[in-house]
């Protein structure tokens, strides 16, 4: 295994605290969960048994699959690194750019050949793609077409894993999946962004039994065992899922309208809008993402994610989840740095 430094991580935990405009975060912020009709009494928790049982129960039930083909995880950190090290073993992982940093950089450190592409042109070895729907960080939803490519017909030397962490956000009624569609398509998901419940880390995978058999071996090698107590709170987080789809359909729909507002006020951006409660931001001048990142954040207390931790230059993802002050507040200064001579 060959370690590196997660850098989107470090510049947010590191920073955040210091910006007075943090528009890193790309998760809806933690609810009011008693205001939500959600039990915290941890007598009641402790009143209660097989937390783990009734979480995977419900995740099987709203997405219409079997108990057997859900693995709980911490998140989905730790469930890209269960699929890219029990599954990916002996690939190439194929992963286009621009992407959510792990997605490519857990393969890296675990000794894997990779390749920002997702063509198989020149693949010979078994192989594992790596996609996010939406992307993170442009926001856009996958193309089905080129999903269908990928996974048909099937084969058992390719794995097609998606992180599916912001699709809630498309709003579909009902939550949509790709797992199911194919044969050896691997999924993921979290509590952490469209729920605002971070703190929880609760996440989870969807496979086919046989597969999800093994990702649970690794999860107990790993770290064994989730916590009981957050497991509760999902459980009844689900149960009550419209009152959270209704909250983040009004987030996003309020801050977009902020953000559109920037977008048209600002001359020398490019910007498309997807599902997601973020977008990636290309400015056409300026030092490169990282440079500019720390300028905007020194001049005028805006912290904004750039680009490069993405694989995307001259860009930067702007993220819409924060209090409607703060973001009017952090898109007016944004603006403002953007259009000065001196950016």
């Known amino acids: 295994m060959h370690p590196t430094e997660d850098r989107l991580f470090s510049w947010i935990l590191g920073l955040g605290p210091k910006a007075r405009y943090n528009l890193t975060s790309s998760g809806l912020s933690e609810p009011d969960l008693s205001a939500m009709g959600i039990d915290t009494s941890f007598e009641k928790f402790a009143a209660e048994k097989e937390h783990e049982r009734l979480f995977v129960e419900e995740v099987a039930s709203l ?3 079997e108990p057997d083909n859900v693995v709980v995880t911490s998140g989905a950190s730790e469930a890209i690194f269960l699929v890219y090290s029990v599954l990916g073993e002996g690939r190439t992982a194929l992963v286009s750019l621009p992407n959510y940093g792990p997605m490519f950089s857990v393969p890296r450190a675990l000794g894997m050949h990779v390749r920002n592409s997702l063509s198989t042109s020149r693949t010979t070895s078994r192989t594992i ?3 996010t729907d939406p992307n993170n960080p442009t926001g856009r939803s996958l193309d089905e077409e080129a999903v269908d490519t990928l996974v048909a017909p099937p084969r058992r030397d390719r794995t097609v894993f998606i992180n599916e962490t912001y699709r809630e956000f498309t709003f579909p009624g009902t939550p949509r999946t790709h797992f199911g569609r194919a044969a050896r398509v691997v999924v993921c998901n979290t509590m952490t962004k469209f729920y605002g419940l971070g703190r929880l880390r609760v996440g989870w995978v969807m496979a086919d039994r046989g597969t999800a058999r093994k990702l649970l071996y690794g999860k107990w090698a790993v770290s064994g065992h989730d916590s009981e107590y957050s497991l509760w709170i999902a ?7 419209q ?6 359909r009004t987030i996003r729909s309020r ?7 920037f977008i048209e006020e600002t001359q020398g951006v490019s910007v498309e809008i997807g599902a997601a409660p973020f977008c990636l931001v290309r400015y056409r001048k300026g030092p490169g993402s990282l440079a500019f990142a720390n300028a905007l954040l020194k001049k005028t207390g805006v912290l904004v994610s750039p680009g490069e931790f993405f694989g995307a230059q001259r860009a930067f993802r702007l993220c819409f989840t924060a ?3 703060v973001l009017r507040a952090g898109l007016e200064e944004l603006s403002g740095f953007i259009s000065s001579p001196t950016a």
Do not use: P
């Not at 009152?243 to 983040?248: K, L, M, N, T, Y």
């Not at 801050?255 to 507002?261: E, F, I, K, S, W």
């Open 243 to 248: 009152r959270f789809v209704e909250r983040a």
């Open 63 to 65: 997405y219409k699959v």
């Open 235 to 241: 459980t009844q987080v689900l149960r009550r899922r």
């Open 323 to 325: 209090e409607e002050e």
């Open 129 to 131: 793609f790596g996609l």
């Open 255 to 261: 801050n977009l309208g902020l953000v559109r507002g």
